[in-house]
Structures are given as C-alpha cells and as structure tokens.
C-alpha cells in the first residue's frame, strides 16, 4: 500500500473517531465503517476479510493515535490528566482495556481506563520490551561471535 492512500484511510478512520462519542471503541468496528468508503457491494469474501484485518491494523494505529493529526486531537486535553510538557508525545491517545488473547481489545481515552486497565497496558508494554531487549542482546553476542570467528572486529 502507497504512502497516499494509508493517509487517506487514516484520515478516514480519525473523521469517524472525532464523530463517535468518547468510549470504548475497537479496532473492528472503526476498520468495518472505514472500509465500507471503499467496499464495493460484489467485493469477493475472501478480499474482503483480508481488507478488513489490514484496516484493522491500521485502526489500531489510530486508536493508540500513532498517526497524523490524531495525534494532537482537540479532545486531548480532557484525555489526558497531565500536561504534555511533562510527557510530551510519550503517552498514546487511547490506550486498550484489558482483555484475553483472543478477544478484540476495545481502545478507551486514557482519561477514561481505569487504573486496572492501566496497569495492564504498563505489564504488557514490559513484556514486549523484556523480549524485545533480550532479542537485542542475542543478536549482539551473534554479530560479535560471527566477527570474532572471522578474525575481525564487529563493524
């Protein structure tokens, strides 16, 4: 997917966002009214699933509010309890409710999650760095015994 058209959808998804009340909402059901601006009435099953998991993804980015003006939304003063000087762009828009693994997560304003909810997010977001930092210092010790076994230095 070019550039242009992944902004067109994300500001397709942020219109709806900005038009729905504040509350829970999911990656589903924000990618199901975005694809239907693109969806024709014979689109193939097959097709359109695959379109509606990309814009899921997409609906994801937007809920956490990775993309475009989203990013400094209107509302956000009334979303986030603190000021931006003092975590600048550090902390998302929306933030997921906590839920299973097989469940869609439903994205609330971060004014709105509970401190349950919260707490959540913080012991997920470790998880993924714990494993993401012991995927760095793997591949550390392989570019560093790869260079060592050559007989050089690692670049």
């Known amino acids: ?20 009340p504040a509350g829970p909402v999911t990656a589903q059901s924000l990618a199901v009214i975005a694809l239907q601006v693109w969806l024709q ?3 193939e ?6 379109a509606r998991e990309h814009f899921k993804q997409i609906a994801r980015g937007v809920l956490a509010g990775r993309y475009g003006k989203g990013r400094k939304a209107a509302h956000r003063e009334e979303q986030l309890p ?3 000087e003092l975590f600048g762009d550090s902390l998302q828009e929306r933030y997921p ?7 869609e997560p439903a994205y609330v304003p971060i004014g709105m999650a509970s401190d349950a909810d919260l707490w959540w997010n913080v012991e997920q ?9 012991r995927h760095v210092d793997a591949l550390v ?4 015994t790869r260079a060592a076994q050559r007989g050089g230095e690692a670049a």
């Open 1 to 20: 997917m070019d550039a242009k058209t992944h902004s067109e959808i994300v500001e397709v998804m942020e219109g709806q966002l900005r038009a729905m």
């Open 41 to 43: 009435a014979d689109t």
């Open 45 to 50: 099953r097959h097709i359109e699933h695959g």
């Open 82 to 84: 603190l000021n931006d």
């Open 97 to 103: 409710r906590k839920h299973q693994r097989d469940e």
């Open 125 to 133: 977001m470790r998880s993924a760095s714990g494993g993401l930092l």
């Open 141 to 144: 010790v392989y570019i560093e």
